[in-house]
Each structure stands twice: as structure tokens, then as C-alpha cells.
């Protein structure tokens, strides 16, 4: 199954940069904000994770091929997440800072001169660049986040005018964002697992 997913992964990257000559290329930045979706397993009975709202924001390049209306978007963004966790009495969140690198293949159906649609789908790259331990005030937790993560995208959108674009994209976790370890227990505690999946609504101008 994962040798399955990464070889997908490959082609799709492949496509992406090997798009033939006749291919539109335009830069532009990109922003939006996220939504937690997070899936706890094997936590204490008495912590539940509460969805929280981040942001995201960076730079993109859009390949499309006119005729054929497939094309690619490749973007550098930095991601700030924040997820939230309560034990029934106490609440702590915690800011999570990522480098992502999303490669989504774009299938695009023009409505007209100025308005089309478009499908996108491909894997994500994360990286985490801040501090990958928590141990939440008030709650016998402590956590390890990954120091990188593999994830892949759904979305959709509309583009207005060749330049402004509005998306919703969902990014799906393929493997564990965080462990958790009840302190007090010792190490040979089952350890709890974090899976953060994400809702996103995206702004992006291409120039």
C-alpha cells in the first residue's frame, strides 16, 4: 500500500514538471486559512481534541496545458497549524510551524472567457520547522510531533479573470503527525497517535 501511494506520488511529480512546450506557466501567491480535522487513537480515556483554525501562505506556479485543460500546482507555503486538546477541565493548544510542498495534478473545464473550474489532486510534502516537543500545562500528556510528514490533496476551485483563484482542498494525513506518552506511566505505555487531516479555503493571485 505505501510502496503503491509513493509510486503514485512519483508519477504525478513527474507530470508536473514534465509538461510539454506549449504549456502556460504563471507565478503568483497564495494564502488561506485551514481547519483542523484531527483523529486521536490510544489517548487517555479523558482527552478529546478540539479543531482549531491556522493559516497558510506562500508562493505558487500553475502549468496548464490549454487544450487539453490538464495541467499542474506547485506550491512552497508556510503552514501554521494549531490543534487543541482538553482533558474536561483544561484546554492547550499548540502552534504547529510546517514548510509545505504540495504537487497536485489540475484537471481545468473553461465556462467561458472569464470564469473556469478546476480539479486538483497530488501529494504533499511537510516539513516541520518548530519545536516538535509539547507537554500541555495541566494535562499528563507529552508530546513528540514528526519531524516530517506525507499527506495527499482533494480540492476544486473556481478561477475569475485568468488571475484570481478561490479553492477549497483537503488534505489527507498518511501517517502520524504526533505520539502522545501519559506521563507518570513509563515507557512502556501505549503511546497515543495523532492524525491532523486538514479542510483548506485558499486565495491565490496568479500575475
Request: glycine share 10%; with cysteine.
Amino acid at each position: 500500500m505505501k510502496k503503491n501511494i509513493l509510486s503514485l506520488a512519483v508519477i504525478v511529480a513527474a507530470l508536473a514538471f514534465a509538461m510539454p512546450s506549449q504549456a502556460q506557466i504563471k507565478f503568483g501567491i497564495k494564502g488561506g486559512l485551514n481547519v483542523d480535522n484531527i483523529n486521536l487513537k490510544h489517548a487517555q480515556a479523558n482527552v478529546s481534541a478540539k479543531n482549531r483554525t491556522g493559516f497558510f501562505a506562500g508562493v505558487t506556479a500553475d502549468v496548464t496545458i490549454p487544450l487539453a485543460g490538464l495541467g499542474a500546482d506547485i506550491a512552497v507555503l508556510y503552514d501554521n497549524k494549531v490543534v487543541g486538546i482538553s482533558d474536561g477541565t483544561t484546554e492547550a493548544n499548540k502552534t504547529m510551524h510546517y514548510i509545505d510542498l504540495p504537487i497536485n495534478a489540475k484537471y481545468t473545464v473553461g465556462f467561458s472567457s472569464l470564469v473556469s473550474a478546476y480539479i486538483a489532486t497530488g501529494p504533499q510534502f511537510s516539513w516541520n520547522v518548530g519545536d516538535r516537543s509539547w507537554k500541555p500545562a495541566n494535562i499528563n500528556q507529552d508530546w513528540e510531533l514528526k519531524k516530517s510528514e506525507f499527506s495527499w490533496n482533494v480540492g476544486c476551485g473556481v478561477t475569475a479573470l485568468s488571475h484570481v483563484r478561490v479553492g477549497y482542498n483537503y488534505n489527507i494525513a498518511l501517517g502520524k503527525t504526533a505520539e502522545i506518552t501519559p506521563l507518570g506511566i513509563g515507557t512502556s505505555a501505549v503511546k497515543g497517535k495523532l492524525k491532523n487531516n486538514t479542510h483548506q479555503i485558499s486565495l491565490t493571485y496568479l500575475f
